[in-house]
């Protein structure tokens, strides 16, 4: 071979670099952070796919969580505009409003029943009969057919009513007879639209009455009825002006509502009721019961269960996809660390630690969960809505909840991405960059 | 006096295999000062890569010890070797090993990252550091967008990038045609003659003769250790051209 030798002074043609003053050290969290979006944008597809187990888990979460706290809510603003500790009590085989009884029937409810209640259950708070009927109610050219309500004021007490206008009617006025109503929110704006119904009259039949209040919206009751129809009078201005009465039972009532003290035990107090009402109405020890009591409370706290159980079994759905979800996420990144071998190896010989790659990868599976965690937050949003909208179910989003689906998913990708990550940081170099 | 860049004794280091164990290097003492130019030459499997990765504190020996710069690598942490490769060494692979997806620049940048440089300094070097290897125009370009010979430069160029002392090369030519090959080779005498010394491990007597001085293995020992008058490579290319 016959070639040239270097010349023991050659200038350089290149120079090297100058030695680099030792940095902070370590890898930056950004640059961390923007390494693993550039790892994920380099597989957007698989990305994606990965990312759609997360993103049912936590879409499944935020709709269940939505809707079940809409109805949760529902049921709970239900019991409290049934009246909170209520027990309502029913005339055996009587009819409603009625005038008609068979012949063999017992005796039905009265006013007296409900006024000897408070005295002799001391538990008690409040005890009011009621009488119901259908009736149409005209104001100028409007009329409305709505249920009256004929009662004792403390039924407003008993059934948590609220007032939006005026005033409820008293004790006197209801002995008396006074020709007085309170008008429920619905027909009140049927009748008189925007104004205030206080003070003006409205005919039932032929008498007049004067509106003296407006009740508080309450909506509509477990099965549906718009509550705030109703229009509601003094019980005996019911008998003699309205409803009229058959002499046999001048002081019957069709129900009464009971409202027992806070704190009291609902089931004392029915056992109480029905023993009083066996000796009040005389019944033989080999009898049934004249009555039929129902704690509408206890109905609703049912619904309240049935409404948790829905939850808790939701909430285990969204728990098994999520898990799904973040195998998901340690399949694909143990495929990563597989297949980015060789570039472990290269990053571990030029420098970076293996606490570097750790938190490379780490990062990585994090970000991919997160991605689906908050895709998953805002398809589960829009899905509960429409979803709501379409059945007419209340929707309630709660802040609390997207906070912790996005975080669930965050902590998703560092749990099942923290094996797959090991892996990598713990790498031998030269076999990495052996690896094919 | 300085110490010596690199100071083995009885290095060695065994492989298990099957019953036995297989001395890939065995019992190897060399002294290397810096700014030398050194080829380890022998044929394959001869441990040639086994000591460049011992060199590089990418592998531990079995046995007997090493010195870099005067200090005992043996009793560093993993974060320290980790330090030692990105601040003093710098690797140049056969195969180049560029990351597919990054472009030239970001490449070269790479090695900063775990340096926690900030990102405008590490813009600034790698650009500094491609157009010392004379890819000035080549810095936005995917590995996959240069030839052979260009992916080899982007590497030294990464390889550079911190100012190491000790550039290690695994036959760095061994992937490239024999023109080029002597093109990476003048490469190299380039920077050697700028201060940096070069570990350079080849199978081939004609590219280690670029070096001053060459070490022979065979069967894991070093069988020569001989100092000679290098081949001037950047005048080999202009007498061909
Ligand atoms: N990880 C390993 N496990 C087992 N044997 C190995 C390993 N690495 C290298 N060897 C063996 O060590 C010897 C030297 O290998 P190497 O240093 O790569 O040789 P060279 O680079 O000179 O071709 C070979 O016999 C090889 O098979
Ligand atoms: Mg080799």
């Known amino acids: 071979m016959n070639a040239p030798h270097l010349a023991p002074v050659a200038p350089p043609a290149v120079s090297a670099l100058s030695p680099l003053p030792r940095g902070r050290g370590g890898l930056s969290f950004p640059e961390a ?3 693993a979006l550039g790892a994920l944008n380099a597989n957007k597809l698989r990305a994606a796919l990965t990312a759609l187990g997360i993103f049912i888990g936590v879409a499944a979460v935020m709709v269940t969580v939505a809707v079940g706290a809409g109805a949760r809510q529902q049921v709970l603003a239900q019991i409290q505009s049934l009246g909170a500790n209520l027990l309502l009590v029913w005339g055996g085989n009587v009819r409603m409003g009625g005038v008609s009884l068979g012949a063999g029937q017992r005796a039905n409810i ?8 408070p005295r002799e259950i001391y538990a008690v708070q409040v005890a009011a ?4 009927q259908q009736q149409q109610i005209v104001a100028g050219n409007q009329n409305w057919a709505t249920t009256v309500t004929a009662t004792d004021p403390d039924w407003f007490v008993a059934h948590d009513w609220t007032l939006a206008e005026g005033r409820f009617f008293t004790v006197e006025e209801n002995m008396a007879g006074r020709k007085v109503v309170l008008l429920g929110a619905t027909v009140a704006e049927a009748l008189f639209g925007e104004e205030n119904p206080v ?5 039932i039949g032929a008498t007049p009455f004067e509106v003296i209040g407006v009740l508080g919206r309450k909506g509509q009751n477990p099965q549906g009825q718009d509550q705030d129809d109703a229009v509601v009078m003094p019980y005996w201005t019911a008998r003699r002006s309205v409803m009229g009465s058959s002499r046999a039972f001048a002081r ?4 009464i509502s009971v409202k027992v003290h806070e704190g009291e035990d609902m089931a004392l107090v029915e056992e109480e009721l029905r023993a009083l009402f066996r000796q009040r109405h005389r019944v033989a020890a080999n009898e049934p019961d004249t009555v039929q009591i129902r704690n509408l409370s206890e109905i609703a706290a049912t619904r309240d269960a049935s409404a948790r159980t829905l939850s808790l079994l939701l909430a285990s759905v969204a728990a098994v996809s999520l898990l799904v979800g973040g195998i998901g996420v340690m399949n694909i990144m143990l495929v990563s660390v597989t297949e980015r071998t060789k570039e472990i190896g290269l990053r571990l010989a030029v420098g970076a630690r293996p606490a570097d790659i750790l938190k490379q990868f780490l990062l990585e599976a994090v970000l991919l969960a997160l991605i689906g965690g908050a895709a998953g937050v805002a398809a589960g949003f829009a899905l509960a ?6 059945a007419g179910w209340p929707v309630l989003v709660q802040w609390d909840a997207v906070a912790l689906a996005v975080a669930v998913s965050g902590l998703t990708g560092l749990f099942f991405g923290y094996w797959p990550a090991r892996r990598a940081a713990q790498l031998d170099p030269i076999a990495a960059l052996r690896a094919e | 006096m300085n110490a010596p860049l690199i100071e083995t004794r009885d290095l060695a280091r065994h492989y298990p295999s099957g019953e036995g164990v297989v001395a890939a290097l065995d019992g190897v003492n060399v002294t290397i000062q810096p700014g030398e130019f050194v080829a380890a030459m022998g044929p394959s499997g001869s441990g040639k890569s086994t000591f460049l990765n011992l060199i590089g504190c990418l592998d531990t020996p079995t046995r007997g010890t090493y010195r870099l710069a005067g200090e005992d690598v043996a009793h560093l942490s993993t974060e320290a070797l980790a330090a030692l490769r990105g601040e003093r060494i710098g690797f140049v692979f056969q195969s180049f090993h560029l990351l597919p997806r990054l472009d030239a620049l970001s490449n070269v940048a790479m090695p900063m990252l775990y340096r926690g440089v900030p990102r405008a300094v590490r813009e600034k070097r790698a650009a500094e550091a491609l157009a010392r290897v004379g890819l000035a125009g080549r810095m936005r370009h995917r590995p996959n967008q240069l030839s052979g010979g260009q992916q080899q430069r982007v590497a030294i160029a990464r390889a550079l990038v911190n100012g ?4 290690l090369a695994d036959e760095p030519t061994g992937a490239l045609d024999s023109r080029t090959g002597i093109e990476i080779m003048a490469l190299f005498q380039a920077l050697n003659a700028a201060g940096v010394a070069v570990l350079c491990v080849t199978h081939d007597a004609s590219v ?6 060459t070490l022979r293995f065979k069967d894991g020992k070093m069988v020569e250790d001989r100092r000679h008058t290098p081949v001037d490579a950047a005048a080999l290319l202009r007498d061909v051209a």
């Open chain 1, 252 to 255: 019957a009532v069709s129900t």
């Open chain 1, 129 to 132: 009969g009621t009488i119901r």
């Open chain 2, 164 to 167: 190491p002392e000790l550039l």
């Open chain 2, 208 to 213: 280690a003769a670029y070096a001053a001085r």
């Open chain 1, 199 to 203: 003070g003006r009259e409205v005919r």
């Open chain 1, 110 to 117: 009265s006013w007296d029943d409900a006024q000897a209640i």
């Open chain 1, 33 to 35: 952070l923007w390494a």
């Open chain 1, 385 to 390: 809505h429409l979803l709501g909208g379409l």
